[in-house]
C-alpha cells in the first residue's frame, strides 16, 4: 500500500490481468455438419442410405467415440470413407469411433418397418440431429398429397414408378411423412351464364347516346374472362364495374 493506492510490480499487474480474462470455449472434438437421406418404399419397409458429413477439426489425443444415430433402425451397413466402420449400439444410439482429424463421410444403409395398420399412409424415421439435412422419400403412388412435419422447404414430384418428396429439415432427431391420393379431376362441361341487360338510349342532336347495365350470372361452372361486342359506328366513351 502506498498513500490508500495498491503498487503492483509489472509482472504482478500482468498476471492480475490475465487473471481476468476468461478462458476460451474448448474446440468442439466432432460435429455432424450436414446429412442427405434418400429412401424409398420397398414392401412392408422404408430402405434408406444415408450420408453424413463429420467433422473433426484437430487431431484427438485418443480414438474419438462418436453419438452419431439413433440406434432404433435395422442397420445393413455402416462405412466411413469407404471402409467398415467400428461401431456400436448403445442405449438406443449408434456409436463409431475415429482417430484420424479432417472430414469424414459416413454412408448408413438401413431399414424402418411400416405400420401394421393398412390404413396408416404415414412414416416416422429417426435421423441425425444435423444444421443441414437433405431428405428424400420414393413413394411408388401417383398422384400423392404430402406433408413433411419438419420441412422448411419441400418439393413434391412425379417419377416414372411413382411420386418423390425432396425436403430440407429443421434441425431434429426424427421426421414423419404422411400421404394421402388426391382426387381424381372432374372433367368439367361448359359454362352457362345467364346476362340481365338493360338499355337507356337518348336521341342527342348529332347522336344516339346509349347506357348500358349488364349483370351477369355464372349458373354452371366458373369463367375468368368476359367479352362484350359493341356494334359497329358505336363508340365507347366508359366502362365501370368489377
Not at 422404408?46 to 487431431?59: K, Q, Y
Not at 417419377?159 to 425432396?166: A, F, N, S, V
Not at 337507356?200 to 350470372?217: C, H, K, M, P, T
Request: proline share 7%; glycine share 4%.
Amino acid at each position: 500500500m502506498a498513500g490508500g493506492d495498491v503498487v503492483l510490480s509489472r509482472d504482478e499487474f500482468t498476471r492480475l490481468v490475465q487473471s481476468l480474462v476468461l478462458p476460451a470455449p474448448p474446440v468442439a472434438e466432432a460435429a455432424v455438419s450436414k446429412a442427405s437421406y434418400h429412401g424409398r418404399l420397398v414392401d412392408s419397409s422404408a430402405v434408406f442410405t444415408a450420408f453424413l458429413r463429420v467433422e473433426i477439426p484437430r487431431r484427438p489425443t485418443k480414438p474419438l467415440r462418436i453419438d452419431l444415430f439413433p440406434g432404433s433402425v435395422a442397420f445393413q451397413s455402416i462405412q466411413i470413407n469407404g471402409k467398415p466402420a467400428l461401431a456400436q449400439v448403445e442405449n438406443g444410439r449408434l456409436f463409431i469411433t475415429v482417430s484420424d482429424p479432417g472430414s469424414h463421410k459416413i454412408e448408413i444403409h438401413f431399414s424402418v418397418p411400416m405400420p401394421e395398420s393398412a390404413a396408416s399412409q404415414s412414416l416416422t424415421i429417426p435421423i441425425a440431429r444435423t444444421p443441414l439435412t437433405e431428405w428424400i422419400l420414393d413413394i411408388p403412388e401417383k398422384n400423392l398429397d404430402i406433408t413433411v412435419n419438419r420441412a422448411l422447404n419441400r418439393e413434391v414430384s412425379n417419377t416414372e414408378k411413382g411420386t418423390r418428396i425432396r425436403a430440407l429439415l429443421s434441425p431434429s432427431d426424427h421426421v414423419t411423412v404422411a400421404w394421402n391420393p388426391l382426387a381424381p379431376d372432374i372433367a368439367k362441361g361448359p359454362a352457362q351464364i345467364y346476362a340481365d341487360v338493360d338499355h337507356l338510349i337518348s336521341v342527342q342532336d348529332d347522336a344516339l347516346r346509349i347506357q348500358s347495365r349488364v349483370g351477369i350470372e355464372v349458373l354452371q361452372n366458373t369463367i375468368n374472362s368476359l367479352t362484350l361486342a359493341v356494334s359497329d359506328g358505336f363508340t365507347v366513351l366508359d366502362v365501370q364495374g368489377d
